[in-house]
Every structure is written in structure tokens, then in C-alpha cells.
């Protein structure tokens, strides 16, 4: 079954601990992205990545970081220096080129108490 | 700088109504502009693409670049169009996708 996918879809950490959340896409595509969904503020761009062991930073990148080893894979690590981690994260990938597709996963929501 | 506006966070309206969600942006080249809608429990997915000109569940969207809009309308909205819905700008030859803060589109019988 082709497609992204994120997990956990529930993440809980205690306050201070780095967490890393899993993406993984079999598309074969090229870009992956990292948002952060918070109600009333839409998708904030985190990083995103249009090739393997490149990435740039989104508009809120800092507390975070990511990898882009392989193709199909980009995590994104939640450090402690991320002032307000709670957040529904997503996940996207997308074929390099003009006007393309970006494909969601499913999201996961990280609670830090 | 690449920025997308959607002013109105909710909008709501009968059913057979006409249906307008805005979208400003802010690039100074060439935008490519998509619209996307998420379902209540179901992935963010793609809905129209300006550079497609295409009708997809009765939505259009026209580029105004004069304007720098892309507005999303529907003449005669249905329940099941009941979504939230964000616009969302690609800079020309970037892979940088961002999105606006979403439009709550609630539609009653």
C-alpha cells in the first residue's frame, strides 16, 4: 500500500526530553516537509528537504531539528529547547517540479507534560 | 518573502448558497497556487491547482495576479462541503510549500 506515513499518531514525552517523530514515504518522491499544525494558525512550515541529505529550514525552525539519510525517510526531532512542543505535526512529501502534488500523512500528536 | 493571507477563519452558510474563501498572497515572482481541504478525520489533500483551470467538486479558483489572490468559490455549496480549507504557495523553482491559517467552511441544511 503506497503512501506516507507518520508514527506514532499519539506521542507523550515529559518536559525536557528530546523526541524524534517518524515520516516515511514508499512515493519515491523527492521533497519531504515538516508543519506544525496549531488551531487558528493554519501549517507552519518546520524544514523541508528536496533531496537526500539536504534540507533547509521552514519559518519555525527553531527546538527542532531533521535527517534526510534516505530517500524515504525524514524525521524530525523535538528538542528541549522547543519553547511550546504540544502540537499536531504532519508530514508531506512531494515529487520534484512545478505545480505538483503534496501528499499528508496522517499526523501525529505530541503531548509534552 | 512568500506569505499566504485567508482572512476569515470561519464562514458559514445554507446550503445551495454561493460560497467565497479568500486567499491573498505575497511572492514577488511567479506563485504557483494550490488550494487544499481536510474532511473532518481524513487527510489534508490536494483540491485544485491554479495552472490546472479545473472545476473539482464544483470549486474554481481564478489567479488575480494584478490582485494577488486565488480565491476559492463554489455558486451552490452542498453539506458535504463542510471542511476546513487552506490555501497554499509554492515559490517558481523552490520546493517551499507554505500554507495560509485556514478557512472553516461550515455549510447547513
Known amino acids: 500500500d503506497g503512501g506516507i506515513t507518520q508514527s506514532p499518531k499519539y506521542l507523550f514525552r515529559k518536559e525536557g526530553q528530546n523526541v524524534t517523530l517518524s515520516c516515511e514515504q514508499n512515493?519515491?518522491?523527492?521533497?519531504m516537509y515538516w508543519y506544525r499544525q496549531d488551531p487558528g494558525q493554519g501549517l507552519r512550515l518546520i524544514y523541508y528537504?528536496?533531496?537526500?541529505?539536504?534540507?533547509q529550514k521552514g519559518d519555525i525552525a527553531e527546538g527542532y531539528s531533521v535527517s534526510r539519510e534516505k530517500k524515504e525517510s525524514f524525521p524530525l526531532t523535538v528538542t528541549s529547547a522547543q519553547k511550546n512542543p504540544t502540537a499536531f505535526y504532519l508530514c508531506?512529501?512531494?515529487?520534484?517540479?512545478?505545480?505538483?502534488?503534496?501528499?499528508f500523512g496522517q499526523g501525529t500528536r505530541l503531548t509534552v507534560v | 518573502a512568500q506569505r499566504v493571507t485567508q482572512p476569515e477563519k470561519l464562514l458559514s452558510v445554507f446550503k445551495g448558497a454561493p460560497v467565497e474563501l479568500k486567499c491573498n498572497y505575497s511572492?514577488?515572482?511567479?506563485?504557483?497556487l494550490f488550494w487544499y481541504v481536510q474532511y473532518s478525520r481524513q487527510r489534508l489533500q490536494l483540491l485544485l491547482r491554479?495552472?490546472s483551470r479545473e472545476s473539482i467538486k464544483g470549486f474554481t479558483a481564478d489567479l488575480n495576479k494584478g490582485e494577488t489572490s486565488f480565491h476559492l468559490k463554489k455558486p451552490f455549496a452542498q453539506e458535504e462541503d463542510s471542511a476546513m480549507y487552506y490555501c497554499?504557495?509554492?515559490?517558481?523553482?523552490?520546493?517551499?510549500?507554505?500554507f495560509g491559517t485556514g478557512t472553516r467552511l461550515q455549510v447547513f441544511p
Open positions: 511572492y514577488s515572482g511567479s506563485p504557483e
Open positions: 497554499a504557495l509554492r515559490g517558481y523553482n523552490t520546493d517551499k510549500l507554505i
Open positions: 528537504s528536496q533531496i537526500v541529505n539536504d534540507f
Open positions: 491554479h495552472i
Open positions: 508531506a512529501s512531494s515529487i520534484d517540479g512545478t505545480n505538483t502534488e503534496a501528499f
Open positions: 512515493l519515491n518522491h523527492d521533497a
